[in-house]
């Protein structure tokens, strides 16, 4: 843990003061990684009822040489307390955790993100804000995405390393721990909350970093919350298949951008037969993979899949909605609607997944992610600075509907996945995680948060995972729970 001496919390204050008063804020150029050069505002706003006042240092580029500027920032807010000695919730300024959002949706452009409300919540203060007035200093950090040709893979996973780096570079010159750094993203944030979690200080990003100029300073963080992280995409289309074959009707997301903001659209459809014979392909494929991870459960028993789909693993993401509505029965909740639930006595005795996965509902035509005509956004993801598109799975190439289509090379599929990292001797992990999947999350199969976590689980981090009841591909929805683990985690070793 670092120190603050009283001399330099009285030269922070006496010059966050006098920066108060400039015109400006975020006034860093490229090149300089200083945090002490930064000016800063003086900022409030409401949280149930009680006014949270905070330093808001904004715009701050994150590398000495931003590949795009307009994203390569990173603002912090930091609770006006500290710079008064004081303390929030046990708190004080050398010991309030980092808490690190990141605005990231569909692998597009996110810019820094900001202290508000959530329009998507009823307008409630958003996890930023809450944050603040619990006590934690907040980075949040942009990032390019896969509409730009320098947004490609791995450019976002790069960012986001990069603006650790800038923080613990910086960790004596501003409030905070940058020891015990949290992340927290949702969707395509989530999945890079968890890859930024398993790669820490792993080499295989140093040379993106360098070329960046990012801080020489180590990145591997705290903890991870991820909320409905889509990983382990070289995969994700055979699980998805895995769970969804047979159900042949369905309404796909079509992702967009409108005005800087990710635009979210359902569009019904039936299979074709040409997509039915993809998902019949794909499907036999995933038993072999799940095999070949020896994962086991809670109880040291091996998760395994026979050539139909059906074993262990599947009877363990069962077991993982089973839970989820138990919680809901012992709350009063009544589930007799649920034609995949076998009830009685109050106690759930059986879940018929096929059944489930009939209900949940089909959101993505085979193959979900590595579209055949390269049509998917991860396509996009997986291109280059002057390719526009690849594959980034053989299945995909093998099957090819474009023309002069290309494929991804290895290097920069595996440095997109976590279950690359876990375990690895070359990279730091953190012990503490956090994932929430919602029980009719439709944009990627359950068992790819069932296999990070189990993963996880087998190389000893604890592992906080469950399944919401009810709740869509969404996150950011349980800020009591979520603020009360980071709580929990901040306090132990």
Known sequence: MKKTTPALIAASLAFGLAACSSPKTGTAQNGDLD???????????????QTVRYRAFEGIVYVKNPADA??????????????????????????APIFFPNQIGGYMPAEAGKPGLDKRNNNQPNAM??????????????????????????????????????????????????????????????ALSALLGASGNSKDYEGHLKALGAADAPDDIFAVSAYCPITDLDHADMAYEWQFNGVNDYKKMNITMLDYNVKRELVPGTLTAAEIKLSNQLKPLYPA??????????????????????????????????????????????????????????????????????????QKTPPAFDAVDLSAGENQLFGTATVDKQHFTDFSMQHNTA???????????????????????????????????????????????????????NHGHSVDYFLPWDVPHSGDYDLDELFAWMKQVAAAK
């Open 35 to 49: 945090f002490a050069k930064q000016t800063s505002t003086k900022q409030s706003a409401e949280v149930n009822g």
């Open 129 to 190: 804000l809450v944050a603040l007035s619990k006590g934690y200093v907040v980075a949040s950090a942009g990032a390019r995405g896969r509409t730009a040709a320098n947004g490609k893979a791995p450019a976002a996973i790069v960012d986001l390393k990069a603006a650790v780096r800038y923080l613990k570079a910086n960790d004596r010159a501003m409030p905070g721990d940058a020891g015990k750094i949290i992340s927290n993203g949702t969707s395509a944030g989530g």
């Open 70 to 95: 307009k994203y390569e920032t990173i603002n912090i807010y930091v609770p006006e307390a500290y710079y008064a000695g004081g303390s929030i919730e046990g708190y004080t300024a050398d010991t």
């Open 403 to 457: 023309e002069g289509a290309t494929q991804a090379d290895a290097q920069t599929v595996k440095i997109m996945n976590p279950l690359n990292y876990i375990g690895s001797s070359e990279a730091k992990a953190p012990k503490h995680w956090r994932i929430r999947v919602g029980t009719t999350d439709r944009d990627t199969s359950l068992a790819v948060s069932a296999v990070l976590a189990a993963k996880l689980q």
């Open 289 to 362: 993979y799940i095999n070949s991870l020896k994962l086991k459960d809670a109880q040291g028993r091996l998760l395994t899949l026979d050539k139909n789909g059906n074993g262990s693993f599947k009877n363990h993401v069962a077991g993982l909605l089973a839970a989820s509505a138990q919680k809901q029965l012992d709350a009063g909740k009544n589930l007799n609607d649920r034609n995949w639930l076998t009830i009685k006595n109050g106690k759930v005795t059986a879940v018929d997944f096929d059944k489930y996965a009939k209900a949940a509902g089909r």
